[in-house]
Every structure is written in C-alpha cells, then in structure tokens.
T-cell receptor, first 114, second 116 residues
Framework: NAGVTQTPKFQVLKTGQSMTLQCAQD?????MYWYRQDPGMGLRLIYY???????DKGEVPNGYNVSRLNKREFSLRLESAAPSQTSVYFC?????????????FGQGTRLTVV | AQSVTQLDSHVSVSEGTPVLLRCNYS??????LFWYVQHPNKGLQLLLK??????LVKGINGFEAEFKKSETSFHLTKPSAHMSDAAEYFC??????????????FGTGTRLTIIP
C-alpha cells in the first residue's frame, strides 16, 4: 500500500522559475497538509486542507499556493521560486483535524533554488 | 495557542544503554502528543501517540513515553539502544480548541546518535 506519494523526489530550480509539487494519498483521508523542513526548525506548516474543497494558510504561506484537486490530491505551487524556498517539502494526510488523529507523511521532495 | 520544546538538539548514547529524549509542551487545551522518527533521507514515521487514555504509552521498536500533566512533559525512552535507532526524533502536539481543530505543531527535533 502506497500511503502518501509525492513527486518529484528531487528538483533544482533557477530563481524565478515556477513548479508544482504533487501529492496523492490512497487512505481516503479528509485532511491534507504541506510542510517544509529546514535545519534546526523542525517542520513548519505551509498550507493545509481540512477537507475536500477547503484550504487554509499555515505558518509560512508566503510565496506558495495550493490546490485540493479532489479528495486524493493536494498540490503545492511555487509561482516564482526564491533561494529562501530551498528546503525539503513534505506532504501529509490525516483522517481529520481533530486532536487525536495522527498524520501520515510522504517521503519528501528536496528542492534547491539557485 | 500551543508549542513544544525539545530540550536537546543532539543526544549520543552507547549501544545497549538507555535512551531519553526530552519534550515539554504548552497548550491551552487538552493536548494529544506524538513522537515521530525520521531516518536519514526518509519521511516521518509515527512512533507513538498519547490521546488522554493511559499516561504511559508504548510504541514501536521498544519505545515508550509518559505523559505528565503536572510537568507538561512527554519524554521518550527506550531501555536499550540499538544501532538502528540512530535518527532524528520529533515531538508533536495537537490540542483541541473552541474552533474544533488545531494543527500539528512540531518541535525542532533531537538527533540521536548511537555509539557502537
């Protein structure tokens, strides 16, 4: 069983280029999330989607947009990449947003912006 | 509001000795607490979770954690370290609020090194 699948695994962009990170889950989860991981800072929430048809900003949304395409898929778009967006990006899903639900994570996308 | 503090950024122990990774949390409401492990170049895997049932929680790979409300702590322990335990560990809090949901808040991580 695949769980949460992210593509691509690695990407190098030039400053100003755009790209979309794809995420799909096969667990019929309602909620999906995008995080970025930077050294010494843990994981910080970029955007989340509590349920199909809704999206909300997290801690660090600037420079990003998201689309909840359907229940399975949640994409993250960088419209004009900046070096500060060099990071490892993780997609996650959970049954819901209530307190006792844990999140399941993808393998990550390592993005470098030069 | 909620937050979590992992008290050590790096812990080194010898193989076969106990492991203690410390976590303190702050929450206005009754929290759920989680420990995740991340092996190098991998995603995050759930080790265990506390959701207001038993305060001593057992997880995978011999890890356990104890919820202590009076100390606002949720430390992760293992009696005997194995080389395969070398990884980064994240303490995570999620609390219920009047709005009905809260996002997961991550600590900054503790890197565990096992000395042969």
């Amino acid at each position: 069983n695949a769980g949460v699948t992210q593509t691509p695994k690695f990407q190098v962009l030039k400053t100003g280029q755009s790209m979309t990170l794809q995420c799909a889950q096969d667990m019929n989860h309602n909620s999906m999330y995008w995080y970025r991981q930077d050294p010494g800072m843990g994981l910080r929430l970029i955007y989340y989607s509590a349920s199909e048809g809704t999206t909300d900003k997290g801690e660090v949304p600037n420079g990003y947009n998201v689309s909840r395409l359907n229940k399975r898929e949640f994409s993250l778009r960088l419209e004009s990449a900046a070096p500060s967006q060099t990071s490892v990006y993780f997609c996650a899903s959970s049954e819901g947003v209530w307190r006792n639900t844990e999140a399941f994570f993808g393998q990550g996308t390592r993005l470098t912006v030069v | 509001a909620q937050s979590v503090t992992q008290l050590d950024s790096h812990v080194s122990v010898s193989e076969g000795t106990p492991v203690l990774l410390r976590c303190n949390y702050s929450s206005s409401y009754s929290p759920s607490l989680f420990w995740y492990v991340q092996h190098p170049n991998k995603g995050l895997q759930l080790l265990l979770k506390y959701t207001s049932a038993a305060t001593l929680v057992k997880g995978i790979n011999g890890f356990e954690a104890e919820f202590k409300k009076s100390e606002t702590s949720f430390h992760l322990t293992k009696p005997s370290a194995h080389m395969s335990d070398a990884a980064e560990y994240f303490c995570v809090v999620r609390a219920e609020s009047n709005f009905g949901n809260e996002k997961l808040t991550f600590g900054t991580g503790t890197r565990l090194t096992i000395i042969p």
